[in-house]
């Protein structure tokens, strides 16, 4: 891949986009980085590094009923944004069309061939797809599956990825390096767990008063006039904010707990994730998740104990205090190791967390209740309708797991499909090399 326009859209991380970018242009490409979040926009002026839009200004000469996109696009791209906030739909759908026409005049004005974006759901991300629709080939990226390393797929990520038309007798053909993945596994259970994404911790070249400011501006009713997919408006979730921080740094212990011998693991996952919004049909918040499982537990495993654990995220933000009142019989957990947890659970039940994934190295069983790319049993149970979850438990409990199948497939992702890499710009030499290597495999 060289002599081609590309064009970068978004990152949590000033890092990654700039590493990327850089890479890239080393090996005769032109980037074109988007960055539209105030706080990477400043930390990007601070290194001097040239992103898009040059100022947000440029964005006003667009008129949204000029916009060529359809309802039913527009609907697509302000699905995720919508389901956090819906008192805000009128101003997604015209930011929608504004933003979706500054796509199409730039990717025309600068010839733009390769379009990269974080993610496959989001404002930002659904109009930069909608934009490419004449000679722009696109991927998508985002965290992978394993700690360090990252999706790159031209299909989507995660449940969209191009995995879901793979079937269980793909899998049994894929050869094993037995070596190389006993080293695996075994790296991976020793490894002390890290969360796969640290927006608050990526300060940047950016001060703590700085921060402060930028938290406050961004909440602020100013900043959402022009950009309402931004955080909610309130003095609550300004401090909450930096409620977050103060105790993520300082007051957040860990639990000093005993994991009972029988228990099944129901690991937490963040409000506003995609996987909970978009990718999980019945159930849209924890509540509604947590109320589904200890109902189907309690008939179909009444012997288990359940154990229940916080999202890294959340902590000092999200209080569980209402649901810890009504299942007091419940472990709940806040900071433990999870790579113990996975180690002594009979199985796991998740909505779409990569921890069920992690499970699979221990040879877990995993049932996942959202969209997932595997749907295949001896893999884990993906469970299409939620009345029956007590049937899948049963199931899961009692019959033996295929540890040579869920070898194959965990060597598959981790080996051939994932890359390394993460956020930080780590590994950036191969993100770039499968980089060049997906955009080689599309046809438009």
């Not at 949204?64 to 101003?91: G, R, T, V």
């Not at 012997?303 to 890294?312: A, G, N």
């Not at 205090?321 to 947890?341: A, E, M, P």
């Amino acid at each position: 891949m060289r002599n081609m326009n590309v064009a970068i859209i978004e990152s949590p991380s000033i890092h990654f986009i700039k590493r990327i970018s850089d890479e890239l242009n080393k090996r005769d490409n032109t980037t074109f980085p988007f960055i539209f979040d105030l706080k990477v926009r400043k930390w990007a002026e601070k290194l001097g590094f040239k992103h898009y839009p040059i100022r947000m200004d440029d964005l006003k000469k667009f008129n949204p009923d000029e916009c060529s996109i359809n309802s039913e696009q527009i609907n697509d791209i302000i699905k995720f944004n919508y389901s956090k906030n819906k008192k805000l739909e009128l101003s997604f759908i015209n930011r929608a069309k504004i933003l979706t026409q500054y796509f199409e005049e730039f990717y025309d004005k600068y010839k733009i061939d390769l379009v990269i974006i974080l993610c496959d759901s989001g404002l930002v991300q659904g109009c930069a797809k909608y934009a490419a629709k004449r000679n722009q080939k696109i991927l998508y990226w985002e965290n992978g599956f394993f700690q360090g390393t990252l999706q790159i797929d031209s299909s989507g990520v995660s449940c969209n990825n191009s995995l879901q038309t793979k079937t269980k007798k793909f899998y049994e053909k894929v050869k094993i390096n037995k070596p190389k993945f006993e080293m695996f596994c075994k790296e991976y259970k020793k490894t002390k767990s890290t969360n796969l994404s640290k927006p608050l911790e990526d300060l940047g070249p950016t001060g703590l008063f700085e921060k402060i400011f930028y938290e406050i501006y961004t909440r602020s009713f100013f900043y959402r006039q022009t950009n309402p997919e931004s955080a909610q408006s309130n003095i609550f979730s300004i401090l909450s904010s930096f409620y977050r921080l103060i105790h993520r740094k300082f007051l957040w212990k860990t639990d000093r707990i005993r994991l009972p011998d029988k228990f099944i693991f129901i690991p937490l996952q963040a409000r506003h994730d995609t996987q909970v919004l978009v990718n999980s049909s019945g159930i849209d918040n924890m509540e509604n998740l947590i109320s589904l499982c200890y109902d189907a537990i309690k008939t179909a495993a009444p012997d288990y104990k359940i154990v229940v654990k916080e999202h890294p995220q959340e902590v000092g933000s999200v209080s569980y205090r209402d649901l810890k009142k009504k299942y007091q019989d419940i472990i709940w957990i806040r900071k433990f190791d999870i790579k113990k947890i996975l180690d002594k659970t009979s199985l796991i039940i998740t909505i779409n967390s990569t921890v069920g994934m992690e499970a699979l190295i221990y040879h877990k069983a995993v049932i996942v209740l959202g969209d997932h790319f595997c749907n295949i049993d001896e893999i884990m149970y993906n469970v299409q309708e939620l009345d029956k979850l007590k049937d899948y438990i049963r199931k899961a409990l009692i019959t033996p797991v295929n540890k040579n199948l869920i070898d194959k497939f965990v060597y598959y992702l981790r080996f051939n499909y994932l890359v390394e890499g993460n956020w930080k710009g780590e590994g950036i030499e191969k993100v770039v090399d499968r980089i060049e290597t997906e955009s080689l495999k599309i046809s438009i």
